[in-house]
């Protein structure tokens, strides 16, 4: 069944969190993958309205937890991005690919560090082998990120330690050859400057 109406009618029932109605939809046949236009899934559609209770059903019914709407959102960076640390949780436990990306081409980590998502960070860099050195499109590492995008405080702070505390690389430059010491340093943040230092940064 792949009748537009049974799919958005499928659709609002994850957006409601009604599982009851999941159910029912998924026992007369329809596609636990189905799509509206915006190749949104009902798995995305539950977690985008933090009805965690209808995502782990349709986890366990079988749901593709990494298929990515026209934005590139899928649960995990979905999570990731807005600060949803019990729907990341459950995507690592769900076997999420790690490496899909965002729309700027960052891993799950990036959006976490450049938003000041501290709990998320420190969740992917203690439970996942994520990569902390990726470089997206603009060609930032995650440490790039939390700098440039960050505000220098207790937050970014933090960040750049559990990041270093798990191996990453302090001395990846920007596209522009330029290092995170000379991009904290031109950014006025102190701390940042003396946490890099400390690692070894040049």
């Not at 990731?80 to 999420?96: F, Q, R, S």
């Not at 997206?136 to 995650?142: D, E, K, L, R, Y």
Request: proline share 2%; aromatic share 4%.
């Amino acid at each position: 069944m792949t009748d537009k109406s049974v799919v958005q009618a499928f659709l609002e029932a994850a957006a409601e969190g009604n599982i009851e109605a999941l159910k029912k939809h998924l026992e007369q046949g329809v596609d636990i993958n189905a799509r509206n236009r915006q190749k949104r899934t009902a798995i995305l559609t539950a977690a985008m309205n933090d009805k965690l209770e209808a995502v782990s059903f349709l986890v366990e019914a079988g749901a593709d937890v990494d298929l990515q709407d026209e934005t590139c959102f899928n649960p995990f960076l979905f999570g990731c991005i807005n600060g949803k640390l019990e729907l990341v949780k459950m995507m690592i436990k769900a076997g999420t690919n790690l490496e899909l990306l965002t729309r700027f081409g960052g891993v799950g980590i990036t959006p976490a560090c450049e938003k000041g998502h501290v709990d998320i960070v420190r969740e992917l860099v203690t439970t996942t082998d994520i990569n902390v050195n990726h470089t997206n499109f603009v060609g930032w590492t995650p440490l790039i990120e939390a700098i440039i995008l960050g505000d220098g405080g207790e937050k970014q702070q933090t960040i750049i330690k559990l990041l270093i505390e798990h191996g990453c690389n302090v001395h990846m430059v920007d596209k522009y050859g330029v290092t995170p010491l000379e991009l904290a340093r031109r950014k006025g943040y102190t701390e940042i400057e003396k946490i890099l230092l400390e690692a070894g940064a040049k």
